[in-house]
C-alpha cells in the first residue's frame, strides 16, 4: 500500500477552470515530485521540492503552479488547461538524506485529469 | 534530455515462460532503479543497484547492473499473471533529492 496520498482521483476540467491536486505523505521524507504520465509512456518529472523549496522545475509551462505549503504536502494548481495536458498526474516522494537510498521515489495512485 | 532506451517495448509470453528486460544508457549511472507499474496503477520501487556487476534477487526476480555501469536487465523465471505490468528501469542522481529519469519501459502480458 502506498503511504503517498492524491486528492482526487479523478478529475475533470474545462480549459477556463482552476483546479488543484493535493498531495501528503506521512514518510517524513523532505523531497517531493511532480510527474506527468501520458498513456503508453514513462512518467516524466515536472517539479522537485527539496526541504520545501522548489529545486528543479522541468521547463513547465506556467499554467502549473506547484506549491510546498509543508514538509508533508505538496499541491499543484491548474488554470487555464489544454486538451493535450490531460493525463495521469503522480506526486511522489523520496528521503533527501545523500544517502545511497535517498532518490528511490514512493509514488501516490495518481489523479487523472481530463481537460475539455 | 539524456534518455534511457529499455528492450524490448512489449513482450507477451505464455505462463511460465521466462522474460527479460534490458536497460541502456550511453553515459556512465550512478545507480539504477526498478519500478513496476500495473495496468491502471502507479510505479511501485523493485530495487536499486548502485555498485558495477551487482546481482540481486528477490524471489523470481534477478536484477543485474552492468560492468561498465551504462546498462541492466531484468529476469523473471517462470513467469505468472501477476507479474503482468509496464516494468521501468530509471536512472537517479547521487545524494540529497534525485532528479530521476525513467526508461522507456517494457510492457509484459503473460498469457495464462
Known amino acids: 500500500d502506498t503511504e503517498v496520498t492524491q486528492t482526487p482521483k479523478h478529475l475533470v476540467m474545462g480549459m477556463t477552470n482552476k483546479k488543484s491536486l493535493k498531495c501528503e505523505q506521512h514518510m517524513g521524507h523532505r523531497a517531493m515530485y511532480w510527474y506527468k504520465q501520458k498513456a503508453k509512456k514513462p512518467p516524466e518529472l515536472m517539479f522537485v521540492y527539496s526541504y520545501e523549496k522548489l529545486s528543479i522545475n522541468e521547463s513547465v509551462p506556467s499554467r502549473f503552479s506547484p506549491e510546498c505549503p509543508n514538509s508533508s504536502l505538496l499541491n499543484l494548481h491548474l488554470h487555464a488547461l489544454q486538451p493535450e495536458d490531460s493525463a495521469l498526474y503522480l506526486c511522489?516522494?523520496?528521503?533527501?538524506?545523500?544517502?545511497?537510498?535517498?532518490?528511490?521515489?514512493?509514488f501516490g495512485a495518481g489523479t487523472r485529469l481530463s481537460v475539455l | 534530455g539524456q534518455q534511457v532506451m529499455q528492450i524490448p517495448q512489449y513482450q507477451h509470453v505464455q505462463e511460465g515462460e521466462d522474460f527479460t528486460t534490458y536497460c541502456n544508457s550511453s553515459t556512465t549511472l550512478s545507480n539504477i532503479q526498478w519500478y513496476k507499474q500495473r495496468p491502471g496503477g502507479h510505479p511501485v520501487f523493485l530495487i536499486q543497484l548502485v555498485k558495477s556487476g551487482e546481482v540481486k534477487k528477490q524471489k523470481r526476480l534477478t536484477f543485474q547492473f552492468g560492468e561498465a555501469k551504462k546498462n541492466s536487465s531484468l529476469h523473471i523465471t517462470a513467469t505468472q499473471t501477476t507479474d503482468v505490468g509496464t516494468y521501468f528501469c530509471?536512472?537517479?542522481?547521487?545524494?540529497?533529492?534525485?532528479?530521476?529519469?525513467f526508461g522507456t519501459g517494457t510492457k509484459l502480458q503473460v498469457i495464462p
Open positions: 511522489a516522494s523520496s528521503q533527501d538524506s545523500g544517502t545511497s537510498t535517498s532518490g528511490i521515489q514512493y
Open positions: 530509471a536512472k537517479g542522481g547521487s545524494g540529497g533529492y534525485q532528479k530521476v529519469t
